[in-house]
C-alpha cells in the first residue's frame, strides 16, 4: 500500500518481522523467542510444573496415557507462552490426562505439582 504525498513521494511497507514503530512518541516492546511470560502467579507455577513433568516424562516408558499427558503437556506450555494463561478447556483437558497417567504421575515430584496447580486454578 502507498500512499503518495504532494511530491508524488510514497511509503510503502512491504513483509515485516518483528516489531516497530511509526510516527512520534511510539513505543515497542518485542520479547524474542515468543511471547511475555504469564503475568497470573497461577499461570507462572502451572507453566513451570508444566516444563518440569514434560522434562520426566521424557525419562519414562512411553504408554498411551503418557503419550496422551506429553500432548497435553506441550500444548499447555504453547497456550500459555502465546496467551498468558491456559484457558478452562485446556485446564479441564490437562487435568483429565494426569488422571489417566495416574500411575506414573503419581511417582513424580512434578506431576504432583502440576496437579496442585491445576487444582489450585479450577478450585479444588
Keep these: 500500500m ?3 504525498d504532494e511530491r508524488g513521494n510514497g511509503i510503502h511497507i512491504g513483509s515485516v518481522r ?24 497461577a499461570q507462572e507455577e502451572l507453566l513451570r510444573a508444566v516444563r518440569a513433568l514434560r ?5 519414562v516408558v512411553q504408554s498411551p496415557q503418557v503419550t496422551a499427558l506429553s500432548g497435553e503437556l506441550a500444548e499447555t506450555e504453547t497456550e ?3 496467551t498468558g494463561a491456559a484457558g478452562p478447556g485446556r485446564v479441564a483437558r490437562l487435568r483429565t490426562a494426569l488422571a489417566d497417567a495416574g ?9 504432583a505439582a502440576v496437579g496442585q496447580a491445576v487444582a489450585a486454578l479450577v478450585g479444588g
Design 55 to 59: 522434562d520426566d516424562l521424557s525419562r
Design 2 to 4: 502507498a500512499t503518495a
Design 80 to 82: 500459555i507462552a502465546d
Design 18 to 41: 518483528g516489531a516497530f514503530a511509526i510516527g512520534d512518541h511510539n513505543t515497542v516492546t518485542h520479547h524474542e523467542g515468543g511471547s511475555a511470560p504469564a503475568a497470573d502467579p
Design 103 to 111: 500411575a506414573v504421575v503419581g511417582l513424580l515430584a512434578s506431576g
